[in-house]
């Protein structure tokens, strides 16, 4: 009877912690290769892109979105021709006390958000607010009549 020998490879594992690991690494490659002279990298150049959520309820629809950091002056809401678009700016304060910024992770420019609105959004009692970062928007249901019915007569000729 023959010996046999199985040689097989060492096996290399691709565990999700090497891929974050090469993740960070592309991530920090990418932010030398594409950052300009001030200290800006491309990520801030990019349009701000605020999170948005949408729920009905009976009476309506509630529309929240994060806006940390941004004051009423920056943001402005507009209705027209059943679509509703909210736009705004958040600027990037520079501190001009000597420090330069390494990293910079949080969004600065501007945005524009459109919604088609369905129908039944009462559009004239539509009310914002802006509280601790996050914009409401409450967007009402109109008033349903209540059905009402009748017998129609019949007439012959």
């Known amino acids: ?65 994060d806006l940390p950091g941004m004051r009423d002056k920056d943001v402005d809401i507009s209705v027209s021709n059943d679509v509703l678009t909210i736009t705004g700016e958040r600027s990037f304060e520079q501190e001009s006390d000597g420090r330069s910024v390494h990293l910079s992770e949080r969004g600065f420019g501007t945005f524009k958000r459109s919604f088609s609105l369905p ?10 607010r802006l509280k601790n970062g996050v914009l409401a928007i409450f967007l009402p249901k109109t008033e349903e009549e209540a059905p009402t019915s009748r017998q129609i007569k019949v007439k012959t000729s």
């Open 1 to 65: 009877m023959r010996n046999l020998v199985v040689r097989t490879r060492p096996r290399t594992f691709v565990t999700p912690w090497t891929l974050d690991s090469m993740h960070r690494q592309l991530e920090n490659w990418m932010d030398r290769a594409f950052s300009v002279s001030n200290g800006e990298g491309l990520e801030r150049r990019l349009t701000l892109t605020p999170r948005i959520d949408i729920a009905e309820t009976e009476k309506g629809y509630e529309l929240t979105a």
């Open 119 to 128: 129908d039944e959004v009462d559009q004239d009692q539509i009310q914002a």
